[in-house]
């Protein structure tokens, strides 16, 4: 069965029914958590706007979201998913992840990256923000900006083009929004290799890889030869194990 067939949307009462139970944010954090998603919104739809039709409000994209904790997420996936659902690597962090077929939310957690960051960095960090609990905060939320954009892009994708393409651009996508708007990035060489691989189908197709991303029109010769970019080498390069994913495992 074609991927759309399987789509439904939540309603504003079922998206509120599905928080109360997995959400684990006090109502405070939560209203944080909207201000900041609708501020990501916001950037993201000032690099990308031009290329979706039909935008969301800055509230209803907060709205998307259901803040989980590592465990409730954990749980929440896996009985959420239908057998048609695999996650088979063993290397799958999904710290959120975009469901259409789920019912057109986002779910997850933001992931405790302060040890992956080098300690030249770190030591940069504690001497600037004054002690090591408020460097930690500010890598936290500087990772949840780039995690929220990263899903927002995901949300406005084409369901139908492969799993590496929409990857690849959402973190492309992040990146991009991230330096635009001077937010500092604390993100993974794997995740740097795909938004590099992006940046190479950008600079040989321009707008048209964008175009594509988003549902447009380019026409089926141009969009084969973006697609038969991802040739062996570069996949073994850029995401070793692809294949062994389904579109749902992002
Ligand atoms: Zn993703």
């Avoid at 399987?6 to 006090?26: C, G, I, K």
């Avoid at 916001?42 to 989980?68: H, N, P, R």
């Avoid at 995690?147 to 393409?165: K, T």
Wanted: aromatic fraction near 12%.
């Amino acid at each position: 069965m074609a991927n759309n067939e399987r789509a439904f949307q939540l309603n504003v009462e079922q998206r509120d029914a599905l928080r109360l139970e997995a959400q684990s944010l006090s109502p405070e954090d939560w209203e944080k958590f909207k201000q900041l998603a609708a501020e990501c919104s916001a950037a993201m739809l000032s690099v990308y706007g031009e290329y979706i039709e039909d935008t969301l409000t800055s509230e209803e994209m907060a709205e998307k979201f259901v803040v989980m904790t590592p465990e409730t997420y954990s749980n929440f996936w896996k009985n959420w998913d239908d057998s048609k659902i695999q996650i088979i690597s063993s290397s799958n962090e999904g710290y959120f992840r975009y469901s259409k077929n789920l019912g057109d939310f986002v779910g997850g957690y933001v992931p405790d990256v302060w040890s992956h960051v080098d300690k030249g960095c770190r030591e940069r960090l504690i001497a600037e923000r004054g002690d090591e609990v408020s460097a930690r905060d500010y890598v936290q939320n500087t990772t949840l900006r780039y995690c929220l954009v990263h899903e927002m892009i995901h949300v406005y994708q084409d369901q139908d083009i492969p799993l590496w393409l929409m990857e690849c651009a959402a973190h492309y996508g992040a990146r991009k929004v991230m330096k635009v708007q001077d937010w500092d990035l604390f993100d993974y060489d794997k995740h740097r290799k795909m938004a590099n691989f992006y940046l190479h189908l950008v600079n040989k197709y321009g707008n048209d890889v964008h175009r594509l991303c988003f549902g447009q029109e380019v026409g089926e010769t141009k969009k084969q030869q973006i697609l038969a970019e991802f040739t062996d080498s570069f996949r073994e390069k850029i995401m070793p194990g692809y294949g062994t994913r389904t579109r749902n495992d992002k």
